[in-house]
């Protein structure tokens, strides 16, 4: 029998597990308060018990309820106003891109960040103009071709270009009618502003991008998505090279 209970077969651990983590109370008190959240116990616009009253609740101090409490803000699932409760909200996709507006710049800072970051805004942009030529409606051609009028009649002023430029661009991340595509498309805008600025003073910069755009519009226009892809790839390769070329100087 013995010999019987030696030869029973266990469970085996990975060969290198990792640690398990103890977490801080704070993460507790967000881990149940999230929970609740998710079930519909609280919804959007419902204000959360307060602090006194969940101190009593979990048997935590104020401090943990506090860093809870800002750590549900940054989730974008609770609004915080001074001498208030915490309200509950919807997260939204601008909230969720919004986190990553720190580790991005981080990121940027590096060597080979910048980089990294036109490649990145490269296939999102590409992926964005195949769609638009594959999907677009009637109505949203028209929106792109006016702020390609728009973009045309801003050559020469620099701030003026600029904005047209981004509204152009805008445009195109509109169509899929998807918050989290304008949401990255206004995040990596914003991460890749020094880029821009910068490009924009390289001499013939902004009749070039005009022209690309023009391009992109065309093949959005004709249904051809091939085509618009590659005038994308084409006019953000061209950016890069300005920027560079300035940077340069």
Not at 125 to 137: D, G, I, K
Request: overall charge positive; hydrophobic content about 45%.
């Amino acid at each position: 029998m013995a010999a019987q209970a030696a030869s029973v077969q266990r469970p085996r651990l990975e060969a290198s597990p990792a640690p398990i983590r103890r977490r801080k109370l704070y993460e507790e008190v967000v881990s149940r308060i999230e929970a609740m959240l998710h079930s519909g116990e609280y919804a959007p616009g419902d204000q959360l018990p307060s602090e006194r009253e969940i101190m009593q609740a979990y048997g935590v101090g104020r401090t943990s309820v506090r860093e809870a409490l800002f750590a549900l803000h940054k989730m974008g699932l609770v609004t915080i106003n001074s001498g208030e409760r915490a309200r509950v909200t919807l997260p939204t996709a601008a909230t969720l891109v919004g986190e990553l507006s720190g580790a991005a710049r981080h990121v940027l800072a590096q060597p080979g960040g910048i980089e990294q970051f036109q490649q990145a805004g490269a296939l999102f942009e590409t992926a964005l103009a195949r769609w638009a030529a594959q999907r677009a409606t009637p109505e949203q051609v028209a929106a792109l071709q006016a702020a390609l009028a728009a973009n045309k009649a801003a050559i020469g002023r620099h701030t003026s270009f600029e904005r047209t430029d981004l509204a152009f661009h805008y445009v195109l991340a509109e169509i899929p009618g998807n918050p989290i595509f304008t949401a990255l498309h206004a995040a990596i805008a914003d991460w890749l502003f020094e880029q821009r600025a910068t490009s924009i003073r390289a001499p013939g910069s902004d009749r070039a991008a005009y022209r690309a755009h023009k391009r992109i519009f065309s093949a959005v226009a004709a249904r051809d998505p091939a085509t618009a892809e590659t005038a994308m790839q084409e006019h953000l390769d061209e950016v890069a090279r300005y920027y560079w070329q300035v940077r340069r100087k």
